[in-house]
């Protein structure tokens, strides 16, 4: 738990730093990730950090603010306006600002739970160890938006493992939440992490296969990437099927990037 926290705050702080480059207009810039600006993607995260913090202090309040999200978007409302509404005044430096308090209180709070502890979120309960590590994958997905954005190249770290995990621990429930049947057994997923060292999941000769560098892999399962942009390699037609509708994380069935969509040309 307290790698993972450490982990965490270290993602934030790195786009945080990022962050601190830009002037207002690059705040108010259109991005890759469905329009979306700077503003919108930190905004989206101060949104939700503080959302968590609720989640992590005072769980019934968080089910009765989450219980009214829902009911919002179940009327057609667009998450990207609910943080625009909600934080519409200010501007990026200040946004950026509260966004700093609020995350790095929301480390000091998870940090201070059992690992095992339930937290209520927009889904089903999670433990707090599974929290700090989607509060991490949210961070450094919308983090790529940014760093894409400004056409930035960003440099991976070991925090992918993280990422990675929740990557390949979704397989079944990648296909449930659409109501589909599983297409077979989870392949074996073999990645080459930043520094060389070889992650695996799954038996030796398990059916099917995903290899290639992790951050591909990342990029996949959180939906900033299409399979086809990526060098990742797929054997077996559960795994071929798994990485078309991959998806990370929590909420109803997300379409991710067509081909081409969101491959990023970077600036030398």
């Keep these: ?47 939700f950090d503080e959302a968590a913090l609720q989640a992590a202090r005072d769980p019934e309040a968080f089910v009765a603010s989450a219980r009214a999200l829902n009911a919002l978007m179940e009327r057609g409302g667009q998450i990207s306006a609910v943080a625009r ?34 937290l209520p ?18 961070t450094w997905a919308h983090g790529q938006d940014v760093w894409d954005l400004l056409r930035r190249r960003r ?5 992918l493992r993280h990422i990675a995990h929740l990557g390949v621990t979704t397989f079944a429930w990648c296909f449930v939440n659409r ?19 070889l992650w695996s999941w799954g038996e030796p000769g398990q059916a099917g296969l995903v290899s290639g560098v992790a951050e591909d892999f990342c990029l996949v399962v959180t ?27 929590a909420g109803p069935p997300a379409d991710g990037p067509a081909p081409g969509v969101r491959l990023v040309r970077f600036d030398p």
Excluded: N
């Design 179 to 197: 109501g589909l049947p599983l297409p077979g057994p989870a392949p074996r997923v073999e990645l080459r992490g930043p520094d060389g060292e």
């Design 85 to 118: 509404d909600h934080f519409g005044p200010l501007p990026g430096a200040a946004l950026r600002q509260r966004w700093q308090t609020g995350y790095e209180e929301l480390v000091q709070a998870l940090a201070a739970l059992d690992p095992r502890a339930r």
């Design 1 to 47: 738990m307290d790698q993972g926290c450490r982990d965490l705050l270290d993602e934030y702080r790195e786009l945080d730093t990022l962050c601190a480059t830009l002037d207002e207009a690059q705040w108010r810039q259109p991005g890759p990730f469905h329009g979306w600006s700077a503003w919108d993607e930190i905004a989206h995260l101060c949104y």
């Design 155 to 159: 440099p991976p770290s070991l925090r």
């Design 121 to 138: 979120w927009y889904g089903p309960t999670m433990s707090a160890r599974s929290f700090v590590t989607a509060r991490l994958m949210e």
């Design 223 to 249: 939906q900033r990437r299409h399979v086809a942009d990526t060098g990742l390699q797929i054997q077996g037609d559960a795994a071929a099927r798994w990485m078309v509708l991959a998806q990370c994380f």
